[in-house]
């Protein structure tokens, strides 16, 4: 009996931590950088085809569609679908990714960026391995914890690591250690050193937090808004609102060929 259909039905129940927030994750997440799609070209066996699960709003998404000649960007949600920067490349899907309902050996590079952690792990390796075609790429990358500055970081960790703890979900420590702890049954690859950098002014900068699941947690949980708790906190430690300031996230990536 084929049970695709009911897979793609079961799948639909997802954590949905982003929906509600889904215009400002657009606006306000950083950008993955260009040197990181060029290298994924670079090692796949062809850039016919490239699919990005999890997309979100299309961060990863556009990055490919400089080199594949098409991407298919699927993610639960309807609200991020529907905020999704848009490209005559990229063709938008809001369908969970262990259940693309693409066709079977069709995608060269298959990728998971910021989003490995949310994914019913082994319903979604079967799909990785059924949608590759000879010869894949398939990639997880994730950026950690954002330093800007000595005064700066130690808010952010007292934020992240002591105020927001109880609000971070669980998956999240999959973020933190960079993927290590999840199974991976690709032929793992050695990857170089990348990160993501931004010079940003204040007011980005204090966005792209209001974008952080556990902060939307507290909001929706206990009605507090963090951030407007330490606002002045906050921009003391920036100084001058109206300088810019470079903020770095490293990236960590697992990249396998699928076989």
Same mark, same amino acid.
């Given at each position: 009996?084929? =049970?695709?259909?009911?897979?793609?039905?079961?799948? @639909?129940?997802?954590?949905?931590?982003?929906?509600?927030?889904?215009?400002?994750?657009?606006?306000?997440?950083?950008?993955?950088?260009?040197?990181?799609?060029?290298?994924?070209?670079?090692?796949?066996?062809?850039?016919?085809t490239a699919l990005d699960c999890g997309c979100g709003t299309g961060q990863a998404?556009?990055?490919?569609?400089?080199?594949?000649?098409?991407?298919? $960007?699927?993610?639960?949600?309807? %609200?991020?679908?529907?905020?999704?920067?848009?490209?005559?490349?990229? =063709?938008?899907?809001?369908?969970?990714?262990?259940?693309?309902?693409?066709?079977?050996?069709?995608?060269?590079?298959? #990728?998971?960026?910021?989003?490995?952690?949310?994914?019913?792990?082994?319903?979604? !390796?079967?799909?990785?391995?059924?949608?590759?075609?000879?010869?894949?790429?398939?990639? %997880?990358?994730?950026?950690?914890?954002? =330093?800007?500055?000595?005064?700066?970081?130690?808010?952010?960790?007292? @934020? !992240? !690591?002591? #105020?927001? $703890?109880?609000?971070?979900?669980?998956?999240?420590?999959?973020?933190?250690?960079?993927?290590?702890?999840?199974?991976?049954?690709?032929?793992?690859?050695?990857?170089?050193?990348?990160?993501?950098? %931004?010079?940003?002014?204040?007011?980005?900068? @204090?966005?792209?937090?209001? =974008?952080?699941?556990?902060?939307?947690?507290m909001r929706s949980k206990r009605g507090i808004d963090i951030l407007d708790m330490?606002?002045?906190? @906050?921009?003391? $430690?920036?100084?001058?609102?109206?300088?810019?300031?470079?903020?770095?996230?490293?990236?960590?990536?697992?990249?396998?060929?699928?076989?």
């Amino acid at each position: 009996m084929n =049970t695709y259909g009911k897979d793609v039905e079961m799948s @639909l129940s997802f954590k949905d931590y982003f929906s509600n927030i889904s215009q400002s994750y657009r606006q306000y997440r950083p950008v993955y950088p260009k040197e990181l799609f060029k290298w994924l070209a670079g090692i796949s066996p062809r850039c016919e085809t490239a699919l990005d699960c999890g997309c979100g709003t299309g961060q990863a998404s556009l990055g490919l569609a400089a080199y594949f000649q098409k991407v298919y $960007a699927v993610d639960p949600s309807k %609200a991020q679908i529907a905020n999704a920067v848009q490209d005559p490349k990229i =063709t938008y899907m809001a369908v969970p990714a262990e259940a693309t309902g693409l066709p079977g050996r069709s995608s060269d590079l298959i #990728v998971a960026a910021q989003s490995l952690h949310w994914f019913d792990i082994d319903r979604f !390796y079967r799909e990785v391995s059924r949608v590759a075609s000879d010869g894949a790429v398939f990639s %997880a990358f994730s950026y950690g914890l954002v =330093t800007v500055n000595d005064k700066i970081d130690e808010l952010l960790l007292h @934020l !992240y !690591y002591d #105020v927001l $703890a109880p609000y971070w979900p669980p998956e999240r420590k999959k973020v933190d250690d960079g993927y290590r702890s999840m199974s991976f049954p690709f032929r793992e690859i050695a990857v170089p050193s990348f990160s993501m950098k %931004a010079h940003w002014g204040l007011d980005r900068f @204090l966005g792209y937090l209001s =974008t952080w699941s556990a902060a939307e947690e507290m909001r929706s949980k206990r009605g507090i808004d963090i951030l407007d708790m330490m606002d002045a906190e @906050l921009r003391y $430690a920036w100084g001058n609102a109206s300088e810019t300031k470079l903020l770095v996230w490293p990236l960590h990536l697992r990249v396998g060929i699928v076989e």
